[in-house]
């Protein structure tokens, strides 16, 4: 035995003693060892560990013979023990008897959910029914809303009445679809802990380009609404400016205006607009780049979210003004006499024109998820959304239909007008279209930088994984989204066509085809896809296109 007896001679009687004596002092140990482990086992039997079965390699009694303390709370008493899941808790209890010295513990994604108590977590704040649907109500309504009485003239009264409500049941229906398929993909094992966006959504069911798409598509419709909210920044505080001055003139009698201040054209009929060359159209949008840009550049845009409620002020006034302003003006259409200067006929061909302006007032589909997701009810998320869009439908045909109807002047001033807005048909010396310009003045303002706040943490996290890369991503990236909306204000300061150009095409991708493309895809992989579904779906989708491709087209020219 030389490694025993490194010094003795390895036939030695000595070198056989000691080898059997080291032998029967290691076989002493083991045997402790075993005693000691035994009774630990005993010890552990006679009171409960965690969820209380038996490590015993005995078979286990059957359940209802078990003590009740031994049985786990959560384990249904109608089965018995599953041998795989006993096997996985011995194994479990093992692990936990070495993890004080070893700090052996077992991950928790292998532990049977049975092992575990379900512990109440308090989620966000939840929301009613009714801030939901005014929540939506207030983000669906927005500057479009300006631009309605001119979009029904082309559609004609009464046809572009019902496109409105027709519009805004289709963008309806899509909506419901964004949130009933997020909320079901939501429900997947691998997205129960993170919330999705009806982005991920796309990701999860088409290939990654398409989530690009999609991505792109919500990002062109920001970029439209930043070019809108610069063209009326720009208009509104012409318009303030000129009265401001005649006011310092002594020349703004708001309390001696003709038709109660209906105008053809504002800015035409104002005679201190040739004066000031510094300040017009053309300047006015260059200096609002001294104001904008730096809050643009802001890292958050916390401080301006607290604005946010003006845009509700904002919206009521804007109600309001139209109600007095027809009221007092009275009805003045006619719809037989096509001669009579006012004249509105009930039916138009140019339907295509009242449908892109409309594709961007319903566009919400980027964001309905994330404004429903704390309905305290989510059971009734159909009925909010409904009820939201119906509101905002009513909304629209109201102040679009109850203008035109009552302008007092020629119809054809309504649509002439650049920009296509029903304030630039009242006159620069009326006191309340000054307040309610002076209000969207400072709710642009503040919705300006929120808009390009959110664009550009979606496309730098789309490209960089960082919504604040550096101060000079932000400075470049604000630098050129500014710069389009300038020359935009500048050469073509017509609010409505850019509103239904920018609707249609991001219309097409977010309202029209991923929704029911998406809902397509997830039906079929439940197997619950029929022929009907498919082809109303896809006839939703063609609608879209041809929404897009009709914007270009002016109808009424080849009739």
Request: proline residues 6%; charged residues 10%; glycine residues 4%.
């Amino acid at each position: 035995m030389p490694i025993l007896c490194p010094q003795i001679e390895s036939n030695s009687p000595f070198c056989a003693l000691r080898t059997y004596i080291v032998f029967f002092k290691y076989l002493c140990f083991i045997s402790l060892a075993m005693v000691e482990i035994i009774v630990n086992d005993a010890e552990s039997e006679s009171a409960p560990l965690i969820n209380s079965f038996s490590t015993s390699t005995k078979a286990p009694r059957p359940y209802d013979e078990e003590p009740a303390w031994r049985r786990p709370f959560n384990y249904s008493v109608q089965h018995g023990i599953d041998p795989e899941k006993l096997s996985r808790l011995q194994r479990y209890r093992y692990y936990q008897r070495l993890a004080p010295p070893m700090q052996m513990l077992v991950p928790d994604h292998i532990i049977p959910p049975e092992f575990f108590t379900v512990v109440p977590v308090e989620r966000g704040q939840s929301q009613s029914s009714m801030v939901t649907i005014f929540s939506l109500w207030n983000t669906m309504l927005g500057t479009s809303l300006l631009c309605l009485p001119a979009a029904i003239m082309h559609s004609g009264l009464i046809l572009g009445a019902f496109v409105v409500f027709g519009v805004g049941a289709l963008t309806c229906y899509t909506a419901v679809l964004t949130v009933s398929v997020t909320m079901e993909v939501q429900m997947l094992e691998i997205f129960r802990k993170t919330p999705l966006e009806f982005v991920d959504v796309i990701e999860h069911y088409m290939p990654k380009p398409s989530a690009l798409i999609a991505l792109l598509a919500g990002s062109a419709s920001f970029l439209g609404a930043l070019m809108v909210f610069w063209i009326l920044l720009s208009n509104f505080t012409y318009g303030v400016g000129v009265a401001f001055t005649n006011m310092a003139a002594g020349t703004f009698h708001y309390h001696n205006l003709s038709h109660f201040g209906a105008v053809c054209d504002a800015y035409n009929s104002t005679s201190t607009v040739t004066d000031w060359s510094v300040w017009s159209p053309q300047t006015v949008p260059i200096y609002l780049i001294i104001i904008l840009l730096p809050l643009c550049c802001l890292k958050s845009a916390t401080f301006l979210s607290k604005f946010n409620s003006l845009g509700v002020v904002c919206i009521v006034f804007t109600v309001m003004f139209v109600v007095i302003k027809g009221s007092s003006w009275g009805l003045n259409i006619s719809i037989t006499d096509s001669d009579s200067p006012l004249y509105v006929a009930p039916f138009n061909v140019d339907i295509n024109k009242l449908t892109g302006t409309l594709t961007l007032s319903f566009f919400i589909h980027n964001a309905v998820v994330a404004l429903v997701r704390n309905n305290a009810n989510p059971r009734k998320n159909t009925r909010d959304v409904t009820m939201a869009f119906l509101l905002v439908a009513v909304t629209y045909g109201f102040v679009g239909v109850f203008f035109l109807v009552t302008f007092p002047l020629d119809k054809s001033c309504i649509t002439d007008v650049a920009s296509q807005l029903l304030f630039d048909n009242i006159s620069l010396n009326d006191l309340l279209v000054l307040i309610a310009k002076m209000f969207q003045i400072i709710q642009l303002v503040t919705v300006f930088p929120l808009v390009n706040f959110v664009l550009r943490s979606q496309l730098f996290l789309g490209m960089f994984r960082d919504p604040f890369c550096s101060y000079k991503h932000v400075v470049v990236f604000n630098f050129i989204v500014i710069s389009i909306c300038v020359l935009i204000s500048i050469f073509y300061p017509r609010v409505n066509t850019v509103i239904r150009y920018v609707g249609s095409v991001s219309g097409l991708a977010y309202i029209f085809f991923f929704p029911c493309f998406i809902y397509l895809l997830h039906s079929y992989k439940n197997n619950t896809l029929t022929w009907v579904s498919a082809v109303v779906h896809g006839c939703i989708i063609l609608l879209g296109l041809l929404n897009l491709v009709s914007q270009p087209l002016n109808f009424s020219k080849y009739l």
